[in-house]
Structures are given as C-alpha cells and as structure tokens.
C-alpha cells in the first residue's frame, strides 16, 4: 500500500507542493509557514538587535558600536568635507546628542522626570557649500539608515504632487520596510528655501507648494505617527500602511535661501540721514550669513511654528579659492583622484598641471559655481580625452596643462556663444 503523501500541519499544503516539509513529533510545518513564522515572531520582537542599528549604547556594551563623540565626529568628517569648521562642530553636538538622547530613553527609568526633546537642524548656505555632502558622511559615520528628500515635489494635503509623508516612504525603503530601523534614521530635506512663503499680500490662489506644505511638516518634524504607504504616491482609502514614528527622526534641512544677506544687512545695519549709511566695520568684516537668526527667516518667507521645530541653526561660509582648491585634492574621495582612477582603469596615468589646477579654480570662483562647478569644469576639460581613452591600446600617460585647459574652456564658451 502506497504510503500518505503528509501534509503541513498550518495550511495543509502536500509535500509535493512545496520545496521543503519540516518533520516535528505530531505535524509537519512547510518553507512556507516557516517564513511566515519567522516573521511575526521578528516583528513581535521588534527585529533581531544587529539590525534595529550598530549604535545601542554610549558605552559600547551588548555588543554594540561605541558612539563616537562630537570631537571624533568631526576629525571623520574632516577627512571628506573641505573647511566649514563651525559648521562641522555645530552638527557633531547635534547629532552627538540626539543619538545620546534616544540611548538614554531606552535605558531610562520610568520614574525619570526630564525628558529630553529633539533637535532639529536648519543648514544655510550657497549652492555648492557642501550641505548635502555633510548630511551624507554624518549618516555613513553612525551606520543608520539616511534618504535625502526634495521640499519642491511637495504639495499641501488634497493636491496634485507629493505628500510629506512620501519623505517618510524614502526612509522605510532604505531600511527595508522595518518601522524600528527607519525611526533610528537621519532624513535630509533639501531646497527648504524654495517652499517660502510668497508674500504677505492675500491671493485669490492657494499656496499649494508654499505655506501649505510648511504646515503639513510640522507635526512630522515634531514627532507623531505617520500611516505611511510602503510604495509611496498618493493615498488611497482599501492601501495598506505602515505606521512610523518621527519622535526619533532626526530631520536636516538645508537650503541657499538667495537673498537672505540683504535682509540680514537691513537688520544689523545702522540707517542715518543724508547720503552717509555707516556700517559697523566689524559687522561688514565677517560673513553675513553667519549673523543670521530665526527673525531673518521669518522675513524670508518660513513660518514661526516651522522656525520653532528648527532650533539648531548653523551657517555655511561661501567657499573661497583655497577651499576649492583643497576640493580638487584633498579628501579621500577628491575629484582629480576619481579622474585619474578613471583614466587608469584604461592604463593611463592622469596628471594635471598645478597651473590648470589654478585655471579651474579660478573659473568655479568666478562663476560662482561652488564645489559642484568643479566637476562641471573637469568634465568639459577632459571629455574629448575620455572620449578617446578606450580605444587607446597599451600604457600612456596623459598631462593636462594651463594651455590646454583654456583652450578647452575657451571653445566650449565659443560654440554657447555660436549657439
């Protein structure tokens, strides 16, 4: 007599319909239900420990990564990022305490009294400063799960365009799909300048993309819990959710906020009568932006109940020739050692001349296009040479000199004007 083809003892599946039947002493359990098992037990218990983050502890007990101090933060963040010292200091207290804060929640009492509130950052300054660059080697030093977002594809609650709460989507997808991991994240949202409000005059048009979406990210920077879609886009009634809390997201914004000197210098300058405007010599000496305050971003277009949920404030200086130059070379990832990385995967060594190195500087500075410009320039500089790279045959060594590089630079303006 052929024997019984067993079944799973949770959902009745044959062995021959599934990969694996696991044997106990009364049932079986198939790879399906297996999986299925683990997961809700993951879930019940809130994930396995190495996943939730590396950083459980100041300390570095339980095996977890020793979180590192605002001093060593900085030293990391050195080695990549080109000046903006105060910058620098400013985030490694901020994210050193926001971190410190949620150790000290979980290992609190519950008849602890203080509870400690988050702090999150507003970053200003021109294009090109390194305000995205910061955000992102502060989430690589602290291994915890990091997205960068764009306020100008948000629209107010109803409209066409993306909800806040897409930001929050971006982050789960990064710590795929796990609430616990995602809510331990940094978010980076970029060109907040852009959703100011338009004025004071009252429209007959709503500001969908202005004061509306200002509004919808307060209760998100503050902290509460989201119904966020897993795929992001718009709502729907019968769409699942996943609920996330943003108590311990900490929230980066940064924007160029063009314009906000002249208000800064409105405010810290002293009017007089006739045709004299006396200036304190002091005040015209130092960078503006680094003067600025929250009574300046209100006057630039942000909201008081936004500016409330953005107490850090830190100012980037505009880079000078010095720091574009250190950019070129310096940092682990500079952009000449990616070029001559490059060129030497098509076994040719890259060299530029210290002269061409000025020419390009000089060039960014002018235009005033910020460290980005950098690689804009090096890209018209060196496409034709990259052109030919592949087909090269053999070793050769390539040397780019001042006179190349102008008259590189110098046809390409050439054939914008002829266009």
Known sequence: M????????????????????????????????????????????????????????????????????????????????????????????????????????????????????????????????????????????LDVPFCIADATVLTEAGYVGDDVESILSRLLQVANYKPELAERGIIYLDEMDKISRKGDNASITRDVSGEGVQQGLLKILEGTISNVAPEGGRKHPDQKYIKVDTTNILFICGGAFDGIERIISRRVQKQELGFKSSLNREIQDKKLLSLVSPPDLRAFGLIPELIGRLPI???????????????????????????????????????????????????????????????????????????????????????????????????????????
């Open 2 to 141: 052929k024997a019984k083809d067993p079944n799973c003892s949770f959902c009745g599946r044959k062995k021959s319909e599934s990969l694996m039947l696991i044997s106990g002493l009364d049932g079986h359990i198939c790879d399906h239900c297996a999986e299925q098992a683990n997961n809700i037990v993951e879930k019940e218990l809130g994930g396995s420990p190495e996943l939730i983050t590396d950083i459980n502890s100041t300390t570095g007990e339980k095996g977890g990564k020793k979180l590192p101090t605002p001093i060593e933060i900085k030293e990391h963040l050195d080695q990549y990022v080109i000046g903006q010292d105060q910058a620098k200091r400013t985030l490694s207290v901020a994210v050193y305490n926001h971190y410190k804060r949620l150790n000290s929640k979980k290992n609190s009492k519950k008849s602890d009294d203080v509870e400690i509130e988050k702090s999150n950052i507003l970053m200003i300054g021109e294009t090109g400063t390194g305000k995205t660059l910061l955000a992102k080697t502060l989430a690589k030093i």
């Open 313 to 419: 404030l830190t100012a980037l200086e505009p880079l000078d020739k010095p720091a574009l130059k250190s950019i070129l070379s310096d940092p682990k990832n500079a952009l000449l050692k990616q070029y001559q990385h490059l060129f030497s995967l098509d076994n040719i060594k890259l060299s530029i001349a210290d002269d061409a190195i000025d020419f390009i500087v000089d060039m960014a500075f002018e235009n005033k296009l910020g460290a980005r410009g950098l690689r804009g320039i090096c890209e018209l500089i060196l496409q034709d040479f990259m052109y030919e790279a592949p087909s090269l045959k053999g070793k050769s060594e390539l040397i780019i000199t001042k006179v190349i590089a102008e008259e590189k630079w110098n046809r390409a303006d050439s054939q914008k004007f002829a266009s």
